[in-house]
T-cell receptor, first 110, second 115 residues
Framework: DAKTTQPTSMDCAEGRAANLPCNHS???????VYWYRQIHSQGPQYIIHGLKNNETNEMASLIITEDRKSSTLILPHATLRDTAVYYCIVSENTGNQFYFGTGTSLTVIP | SAVISQKPSRDICQRGTSLTIQCQVD?????MFWYRQQPGQSLTLIATANQGSEATYESGFVIDKFPISRPNLTFSTLTVSNMSPEDSSIYLC????????????FGSGTRLTVV
C-alpha cells in the first residue's frame, strides 16, 4: 500500500516555483523517496529521488526534512508543460514494488 | 535507462473476450511489473513477474483473470480475461530503470475500452 500523502491538486503561475509537498511519516531507514510525474495519456516519468540529503537535477530539486517524514519537490520555474499529476513514492532499493498514492494534480496557469 | 515497447497502444474489445498485452524491453531485466490505471485514478499494482517463476499477484487480483507470462528476461504478456466494462483502463508495464537506483521505467500503456 502507498505510504505517502499528497494534496489532491495545486495551481502554480507560469514562471514561478512550484512546491509540491509529500508526507511519508512511516518511512523506514532504507527507503528512498522517489518523485514521478504523469502527463496525460503517458506512462509515469522519473523526476528525482533521494534518501537523506537534498537533491537537485536538471528537472527539479528535492528537499527532505531531517526526520525524513516529509519532502518537497520544487520545480524552480514552472512552465505549461509541467502540468501533470505528480506522485511521491517511498520504496527500498530497486527491486521492490512501487505503490502509487493518489498524487497531486498540478496545473500551471499562464 | 531501459526502453519499453508496449503493444497494442489501445484497443476496443467486446465483453466476454480476452486481450493479451505485450511488453518488450530493450535490455534484460529481472523483474517486471504490471499496473492498472482506471479512469481518473492512480496506478494500482497488479502483479510482479519474474522470469522462470509464477507471477506474484497483489490483493484483489487473481491469475485466472490476469494471467501473466514471462518467457525470458526481455518480454512479458498480461492477458485480461473474460472482459467486462469495468476492465476499461490503461494497463502499463514497468521495469527497473537500470543502474544508479533510478527506480523504474514505465511503458506508455495500453488503453483498453470494453464495450
Amino acid at each position: 500500500d502507498a505510504k505517502t500523502t499528497q494534496p489532491t491538486s495545486m495551481d502554480c503561475a507560469e514562471g514561478r516555483a512550484a512546491n509540491l509537498p509529500c508526507n511519508h511519516s512511516t518511512i523506514s531507514g532504507n527507503e528512498y523517496v522517489y518523485w514521478y510525474r504523469q502527463i496525460h495519456s503517458q506512462g509515469p516519468q522519473y523526476i528525482i529521488h533521494g534518501l537523506k540529503n537534498n537533491e537537485t537535477n536538471e528537472m527539479a530539486s528535492l528537499i527532505i526534512t531531517e526526520d525524513r517524514k516529509s519532502s518537497t519537490l520544487i520545480l524552480p520555474h514552472a512552465t505549461l508543460r509541467d502540468t501533470a499529476v505528480y506522485y511521491c513514492i517511498v520504496s527500498e532499493n530497486t527491486g521492490n514494488q512501487f505503490y502509487f498514492g493518489t498524487g497531486t494534480s498540478l496545473t500551471v496557469i499562464p | 535507462s531501459a526502453v519499453i515497447s508496449q503493444k497494442p497502444s489501445r484497443d476496443i474489445c467486446q465483453r466476454g473476450t480476452s486481450l493479451t498485452i505485450q511488453c518488450q524491453v530493450d535490455s534484460q531485466v529481472t523483474m517486471m511489473f504490471w499496473y492498472r490505471q482506471q479512469p481518473g485514478q492512480s496506478l494500482t499494482l497488479i502483479a510482479t513477474a519474474n522470469q522462470g517463476s509464477e507471477a506474484t499477484y497483489e490483493s484483489g487480483f487473481v491469475i485466472d483473470k490476469f494471467p501473466i507470462s514471462r518467457p525470458n528476461l526481455t518480454f512479458s504478456t498480461l492477458t485480461v480475461s473474460n472482459m467486462s466494462p469495468e476492465d476499461s483502463s490503461i494497463y502499463l508495464c514497468s521495469v527497473t530503470a537500470g543502474t544508479g537506483n533510478y527506480g523504474y521505467t514505465f511503458g506508455s500503456g495500453t488503453r483498453l475500452t470494453v464495450v
